[in-house]
């Protein structure tokens, strides 16, 4: 048994992968059907009457913004409290003091759950995606694929990046509640430095929504900065993390 | 406030040495810098053995739930000995007395099994020496008794360390103790001269009539006071507990009573408070 099974073992056992499943296949399928039945949707709620013409006709690049856009949000929170649980290795003293004891490092005991978390949302995200690109094609026609897989893996980017964050807030915090709310915060108030027009297109949060302005015909290039950022800024979060995990005391 | 001060553990090699001291006395908060999990505020701490030879058993040990036992003891060996065989960990377990549960999830586990559990997975690294905070605090009767026994089986093998304020199990499992109190050491050593140090007490159970007998023992030098406390049963306070072993057969004689037993009654618990008060 090694700490990489644990970690394994943990999101299966635990049925972590479950709620993560749920929430991105949901919008994965939700998305592309709301972008093409908005209009008889709304008609049979309500009618519509004249105004049924102001709603456009559903292309295929909608099927995929509508399911970017709910996940950006909800998936997004769900990621973040799913990892926290994962992450947060010292929540239980007795559990912490049986690896903390028998490891020369706790950086050894963080490494395997960061890579873990990360892999599991970024096998969900990824297979949603998939998931919505194929019921897009169905229902709405085809969609060019490069600039989807770009601005997919940039959104798979900034996922490593806030579960990196979710680590640092787990060598903040012991508790999952206060590591969910520490990361949340950070990741909500971090765009709200894009009021800064010049400082927008550094943001890691630029990423996130990467995939709905690639697929727009928005060039890949133009989130390089963002992305070196999220590298630079990752890079120092892991440093930071494990360095105050050494330090801490139970 | 200084919780430990100037400690200096003399912990002889495969003995069981039963750290005892009131609440607060400072005793997990010394486990705990022993184990490496809490730095002095001042000062150093110098082991005898590599840290990753010492193996570390928390009060109430709990495990991921949905573990097994045998998956615990094997993430164990993992990070401790990986050049232990697997086997390892079915042996370990045996040891412990889980062999029956060993694919059992620990979510389901009792506290005395829990506990035993820990055991296991800190055997399974063959470590030199094992620090147990109150190990046996928070089971119940059936429980204690088996953990006590699992030590008691460890004696001479490995060099056990606990902490406790159950001075019954002291007695029962420990060679060697050190009282602690408000984080300064007040006594170590075997356990025997500490009990040593008090007047020693013991029990007379006789049939015939008593009454003689404790005329015949206050008339000992030895004897510091004899108490009718029952129906042929005398407290004896000695001053000389070797005296007393050697010559107690003649008083009976002399008395002219049967005797039914003479046990030691002094306990830790008398010698603890003397200590501390």
Same mark, same amino acid.
């Given at each position: 048994?090694?700490?990489?099974?644990?970690?394994?073992?943990?999101?299966?056992?635990?049925?972590?992968?479950?709620?993560?499943?749920?929430?991105?296949?949901?919008? $994965?399928?939700?998305?592309?059907?709301?972008?093409?039945?908005?209009?008889?949707?709304?008609?049979?709620?309500?009618?519509?009457?004249?105004?049924?013409?102001?709603?456009?006709?559903?292309?295929?690049?909608?099927?995929?913004?509508?399911?970017?856009?709910?996940?950006?949000?909800?998936?997004?929170?769900?990621?973040?409290?799913?990892?926290?649980?994962?992450?947060?290795?010292?929540?239980?003293?007795?559990?912490?003091?049986?690896?903390?004891?028998?490891?020369?490092?706790?950086?050894?005991?963080?490494?395997?759950?960061?890579?873990?978390?990360?892999?599991? $949302?970024?096998?969900?995200?990824?297979?949603?995606?998939?998931?919505?690109?194929?019921?897009?094609?169905?229902?709405?026609?085809?969609?060019?694929?490069?600039?989807?897989?770009?601005?997919?893996?940039?959104?798979?980017?900034?996922?490593?990046?806030?579960?990196?964050?979710?680590?640092?807030?787990?060598?903040?915090?012991?508790?999952?509640?206060?590591?969910?709310?520490?990361?949340?915060?950070?990741?909500? $108030?971090?765009?709200?430095?894009?009021?800064?027009?010049?400082?927008?297109?550094?943001?890691?949060?630029?990423?996130?929504?990467?995939?709905?302005?690639?697929?727009?015909?928005?060039?890949?290039?133009?989130?390089?900065?963002?992305?070196?950022?999220?590298?630079?800024?990752?890079?120092?979060?892991?440093?930071?993390?494990?360095?105050?995990?050494?330090?801490?005391?139970? | 406030?200084?919780?430990?001060?100037?400690?200096?553990?003399?912990?002889?090699?495969?003995?069981?040495?039963?750290?005892?001291?009131?609440?607060?006395?400072?005793?997990?908060?010394?486990?705990?810098?022993?184990?490496?999990?809490?730095?002095?505020?001042?000062?150093?701490?110098?082991?005898?053995?590599?840290?990753?030879?010492?193996?570390?058993?928390?009060?109430? !040990?709990?495990?991921?739930?949905?573990?097994?036992?045998?998956?615990?003891?094997?993430?164990?060996?993992?990070?401790?000995?990986?050049?232990?065989?697997?086997?390892?960990?079915?042996?370990?377990?045996?040891?412990?007395?889980?062999?029956?549960?060993?694919?059992?999830?620990?979510?389901?586990?009792?506290?005395?099994?829990?506990?035993?559990?820990?055991?296991?997975?800190?055997?399974?690294?063959?470590?030199?020496?094992?620090?147990?905070?109150?190990?046996?605090?928070?089971?119940?009767? $059936?429980?204690?008794?088996?953990?006590?026994?699992?030590?008691?089986?460890?004696?001479?093998?490995?060099?056990?360390?606990?902490?406790?304020?159950?001075?019954?199990?002291?007695?029962?499992?420990?060679?060697?103790?050190?009282?602690?109190?408000?984080?300064?050491?007040?006594?170590?050593? !075997?356990?025997?001269?500490?009990?040593?140090?008090?007047?020693?007490?013991?029990?007379?159970?006789?049939?015939?009539?008593?009454?003689?007998?404790?005329?015949?023992?206050?008339?000992?030098?030895?004897?510091?006071?004899?108490?009718?406390?029952?129906?042929?049963?005398?407290?004896?306070?000695?001053?000389?507990?070797?005296?007393?072993?050697?010559?107690?057969?003649?008083?009976?004689?002399?008395?002219?009573?049967?005797?039914?037993?003479?046990?030691?009654?002094?306990?830790?618990?008398?010698?603890?408070?003397?200590?501390?008060?």
């Amino acid at each position: 048994m090694t700490l990489w099974r644990l970690e394994l073992l943990r999101h299966l056992r635990t049925r972590k992968w479950v709620a993560l499943t749920a929430v991105y296949g949901f919008f $994965a399928i939700t998305g592309p059907l709301t972008a093409r039945y908005i209009r008889q949707l709304l008609e049979a709620i309500g009618g519509l009457g004249d105004a049924a013409e102001l709603i456009p006709q559903g292309v295929p690049v909608d099927g995929i913004t509508q399911f970017t856009a709910n996940v950006s949000q909800l998936g997004l929170l769900t990621v973040v409290i799913v990892s926290a649980g994962t992450l947060a290795f010292d929540t239980r003293p007795e559990w912490a003091v049986f690896l903390r004891t028998r490891v020369a490092d706790p950086a050894q005991l963080l490494l395997p759950r960061y890579v873990a978390a990360t892999l599991f $949302a970024v096998t969900v995200h990824l297979l949603g995606t998939a998931v919505a690109y194929a019921l897009t094609r169905i229902l709405l026609g085809p969609l060019d694929i490069g600039p989807l897989v770009i601005g997919t893996l940039l959104g798979v980017a900034y996922l490593a990046w806030a579960i990196l964050l979710t680590a640092v807030a787990s060598s903040i915090s012991e508790r999952v509640l206060s590591i969910v709310l520490w990361t949340l915060g950070t990741l909500i $108030a971090l765009p709200a430095l894009g009021l800064v027009s010049w400082l927008e297109p550094w943001l890691p949060s630029e990423l996130l929504g990467a995939v709905d302005e690639t697929i727009r015909g928005r060039p890949s290039g133009d989130f390089l900065r963002s992305l070196a950022v999220a590298g630079v800024t990752g890079a120092g979060a892991w440093w930071w993390a494990t360095r105050r995990l050494r330090t801490r005391e139970l | 406030m200084v919780a430990v001060d100037d400690v200096d553990l003399h912990v002889p090699r495969g003995s069981v040495y039963g750290l005892i001291g009131p609440n607060g006395a400072g005793k997990t908060t010394l486990l705990s810098m022993l184990a490496g999990l809490r730095a002095p505020s001042a000062g150093e701490i110098d082991l005898a053995v590599e840290r990753s030879r010492v193996a570390v058993l928390p009060d109430t !040990p709990k495990f991921e739930p949905w573990l097994t036992a045998s998956e615990v003891v094997d993430l164990a060996r993992h990070l401790v000995a990986p050049e232990q065989p697997s086997s390892a960990v079915g042996e370990a377990l045996d040891r412990a007395g889980l062999a029956e549960a060993a694919s059992r999830r620990t979510g389901g586990f009792s506290r005395g099994m829990l506990q035993r559990l820990g055991i296991a997975a800190c055997l399974v690294g063959q470590p030199e020496v094992l620090l147990l905070d109150e190990p046996s605090a928070a089971l119940d009767p $059936a429980g204690r008794r088996e953990v006590l026994d699992l030590l008691v089986s460890l004696a001479g093998e490995r060099t056990v360390v606990l902490s406790t304020h159950v001075l019954a199990d002291v007695q029962r499992v420990c060679d060697t103790v050190g009282v602690i109190d408000r984080g300064t050491l007040r006594y170590q050593g !075997p356990l025997r001269e500490l009990l040593a140090h008090v007047t020693a007490r013991y029990r007379l159970v006789v049939r015939g009539n008593p009454t003689g007998l404790v005329a015949t023992l206050e008339g000992r030098d030895w004897v510091e006071a004899a108490t009718l406390t029952g129906p042929g049963i005398i407290d004896l306070d000695v001053v000389d507990a070797a005296a007393a072993e050697d010559h107690i057969a003649g008083a009976l004689v002399e008395a002219g009573v049967a005797l039914v037993s003479f046990t030691p009654a002094t306990d830790l618990e008398t010698v603890f408070l003397e200590m501390v008060r």
